[in-house]
């Protein structure tokens, strides 16, 4: 029988990459997305099996419902991956100055990031009989650099999460980890000022942006291979 796999926020441009990732080592795929339908039409139609629903992920009474729907259709799932992500409080592709974060962009940031993986791993906890989970952050949630505050602090919630849910879920050989991406060369990175972007690449070992596909493989590597790590934040940045 096929692996399977449910991606969380596969409209977005890492999580493109992902869902086609994991349906290239053999895995069917399911996706959610919120605003990004033609995308996930697109999906489905080239990656063999996949389905798709919508979600929006600030609801979050909606998310057993639609685990429950793409399992059912892919008749099991063997890794979860949560690429869903709000870069800015106000919904754009922007770096939020402090002083600019009121309290509804702040709870909606978070219940995207980080309220939404908890209770899908909840739900899935119950669903998933062994596999993986994989959380996705950046290194800003690991590293001192300059980053929008609600967003270091989702990527940071997420690691602390997945160390957790890793000691709670290993005895259901649920193994949970965090993949944590330096800027790459599309998605949420687009919204680094260019002197920040220019600082990195900088300081960046290999002197260059990451490539989706690049992460993308490393986390359907932690979804649909590995049998051992878990409750750890591997960092994907070229060395910074």
């Known amino acids: 029988m096929a692996r399977t796999a449910i991606v969380f926020g596969a409209s977005?441009?890492?999580?493109?990459?992902?869902?086609?990732?994991?349906?290239r080592d053999g895995a069917r795929v399911g996706l959610t997305y919120c605003r990004g339908e033609a995308v996930a039409r697109e999906l489905c139609a080239t990656l063999d099996g996949a389905v798709a629903r919508r979600l929006d992920l600030t609801v979050t009474a909606d998310i057993p419902r639609v685990i429950d729907e793409l399992a059912a259709e892919l008749g099991s799932v063997d890794a979860f991956v949560h690429c869903a992500a709000l870069f800015s409080t106000t919904g754009g592709p922007v770096f939020d100055?402090?002083?600019?974060?009121?309290?509804?962009?702040?709870?909606?940031?978070l219940a995207v990031n980080v309220r939404s993986a908890f209770f899908a791993v909840q739900h899935l906890a119950g669903v998933m009989k062994g596999g993986n989970v994989v959380l996705v952050a950046s290194i800003d949630s690991v590293k001192s650099v300059p980053?929008?505050?609600?967003?270091?602090?989702a990527g940071?919630?997420?690691?602390?999460?997945?160390?957790?849910?890793?000691?709670?879920?290993?005895?259901?050989?649920?193994?949970?980890n965090v993949v944590a991406s330096g800027v790459l060369d599309g998605g949420l990175s687009t919204a680094l000022p260019a002197r920040l972007r220019a600082e990195y690449l900088k300081h960046c070992g290999l002197r260059r942006v990451?490539?989706?596909?690049?992460v993308a493989d490393?986390?359907?590597?932690?979804?649909?291979q590995n049998t051992y790590v878990t409750g750890q934040t591997v960092v994907a940045d070229g060395c910074l």
């Open 12 to 23: 977005g441009a890492l999580g493109r990459a992902v869902a086609a990732s994991l349906a």
């Open 97 to 109: 100055p402090l002083a600019a974060v009121d309290e509804a962009g702040f709870d909606r940031l």
């Open 147 to 153: 980053a929008p505050v609600p967003y270091a602090a």
């Open 156 to 176: 940071g919630a997420l690691v602390a999460m997945a160390r957790a849910l890793a000691k709670d879920l290993g005895p259901r050989n649920l193994r949970v």
């Open 210 to 214: 990451g490539k989706r596909e690049e």
């Open 218 to 224: 490393l986390i359907a590597w932690l979804a649909l």
